[in-house]
């Protein structure tokens, strides 16, 4: 998993008017876990989900919803059934030693968004929130994908390749875990000492990881395993 440390400052609030998503109730689902409701967490499942794949951020029905980053819009579903949404691209920008494009999703939308295609800058209005697809109440549904070329960088994490979008989040200050969430070990990502120390007290938590003497004494930490 890649340290909380790596994530880049380089998202704006997709919905202006929960600027401070740490307030109560912004944030109705997180990352990673099931939907409470089991119809939703079956229909997870039926996608090869392990969990959430983004967060619900809570908004009134005709909330305005803005670009989180520049970049171009390179998918627009107008369906009603599975939901009226948008997918950007970022423009490339080097991290974790790789040229990545972020792929962002706003799903959930009022039909006929402002903008459904072309170029578009952060902090532009595109759309309105809404309740279109599979959903229980008026929501946004914001998720993150970090692409190297057609591949998702983190192809295999049981969320589609997404990753918690919360890290990189410019406004957001919500204490977070250690470890960005969605991500895996990358080959060549070097842990700190610190890094590794933490993943050793929280093995006692239920964690995998091992404790720090087993990956020193293999070898295995300068290789970000």
């Known amino acids: 998993m890649i340290p909380s440390s790596q994530a880049l400052k ?30 939703m967490a079956a229909l997870y ?6 969990g959430h794949n983004g967060i619900d951020i809570m908004c009134a029905e005709g909330e305005p919803v803005y670009a989180a980053h520049s970049g171009t819009i390179i998918e627009y579903s107008p369906s009603l059934t599975t939901g009226v949404g948008l997918r950007l691209l970022s423009d490339p920008i080097e991290w974790l030693g ?23 800058f952060k902090g532009q209005r595109l759309a309105k929130g809404d309740n279109t697809g599979f959903s229980t109440g008026n929501h946004l549904h914001f998720g993150l994908d970090a692409k190297v070329g057609l591949n998702d960088l983190f192809e295999g994490n049981g969320y ?66």
Do not use: C
Request: proline residues 10%; positive net charge.
């Open 10 to 39: 380089i998202l704006g609030n997709p919905i202006h008017l929960a600027e401070n998503l740490t307030s109560p109730n912004r944030i109705s689902q997180g990352f990673g876990g099931m939907p409470p409701n089991s119809q």
């Open 45 to 50: 499942a039926s996608w090869g989900l392990l």
């Open 98 to 120: 790789r040229t990545v494009q972020f792929k962002t999703v706003l799903w959930h939308l009022v039909p006929g968004p402002e903008v459904t295609s072309g170029r578009v």
């Open 160 to 225: 589609g390749g997404h990753i918690d979008p919360r890290y990189f989040l410019e406004n957001y200050t919500d204490p977070l875990d250690p470890f960005i969430k969605g991500t895996l070990n990358l080959p060549d990502i070097v842990l700190s000492p610190v890094e590794v120390a933490i993943r050793s007290i929280r093995i006692v938590f239920g964690n995998s990881w091992g404790p720090a003497p087993v990956f020193i004494r293999r070898g295995l930490v300068s290789r970000g395993i």
